[in-house]
T-cell receptor, first 109, second 115 residues
């Protein structure tokens, strides 16, 4: 059974304090590892897809990396508007994927 | 691009009534759409895969007679919660992707409250 585990469950940062979120996965034949951002009361918003170990992708203050067992979402000098729940998901296909429970990030001014 | 619209965003209904939720792909065609349910502090749980022109595929433990799915066209899927009960109260989200090799894009969800 595919499993995706995220840690920490919650993270509180001061504005400008960089950190990383972890996503460990056990997905046989992983085709893609996805990161999403979810704001309260909204659907997830797509951030990144990573396809193979060693791959990195960046978007503004976010950088996602992938190894054979886990993925990290690095947040550099976060701002309050980065506060959200970050979800990762993986699967053997691009559509039917397994989601982690997310990391709720709070960035304090 | 790849916008998925979901309606309504919130609905309150009485126990025993049915509620329909719509999911539309606005700028692409989707032969497959997905319906999820999300509980507080829990992961998105896949309920069913909606297939245009054929029956939906339900995940284990999801009652197909309670959660009716219709994929009437390449841009519209509907989820009907029949004879709703308070335990059906939840956040329902749909998703779709423009093509097989693209990531999923999600609607903004529907908060269902059954009183």
């Amino acid at each position: 059974e595919d499993q995706v585990t995220q840690s920490p469950e919650a993270l509180r940062l001061q504005e400008g304090e960089s950190s990383s979120l972890n996503c460990s996965y056990t997905v046989s034949g992983l085709r893609g590892l996805f990161w999403y951002r979810q704001d309260p009361g909204k659907g997830p918003e797509f951030l990144f897809t990573l396809y193979s170990a060693g791959e990195e992708k960046e978007k503004e203050r976010l950088k996602a990396t992938l190894t054979k067992k886990e993925s990290f979402l690095h947040i550099t000098a976060p701002k309050p508007e980065d506060s959200a729940t970050y979800l990762c998901a993986g699967g053997q296909g691009y559509q039917k994927v397994t989601f982690g429970t997310g990391t709720k990030l709070q960035v304090i001014p | 691009g790849a916008v998925v619209s979901q309606h309504p965003s919130r609905v309150i209904c009485k126990s025993g009534t049915s509620v329909k939720i719509e999911c539309r792909s606005l700028d692409f065609q989707a032969t497959t759409m997905f319906w999820y349910r999300q509980f507080p502090k829990k992961s998105l749980m896949l309920m069913a895969t909606s297939n245009e022109g054929s029956k939906a595929t339900y995940e284990q433990g999801v009652e197909k007679d309670k959660f009716l799915i219709n994929h009437a066209s390449l841009t519209l899927s509907t989820l009907t919660v029949t004879s709703a009960h308070p335990e059906d109260s939840s956040f329902y989200i749909c998703s779709a992707s423009p093509q097989g090799g693209s990531p999923l894009h999600f609607g903004n969800g529907t908060r269902l409250t059954v009183t």
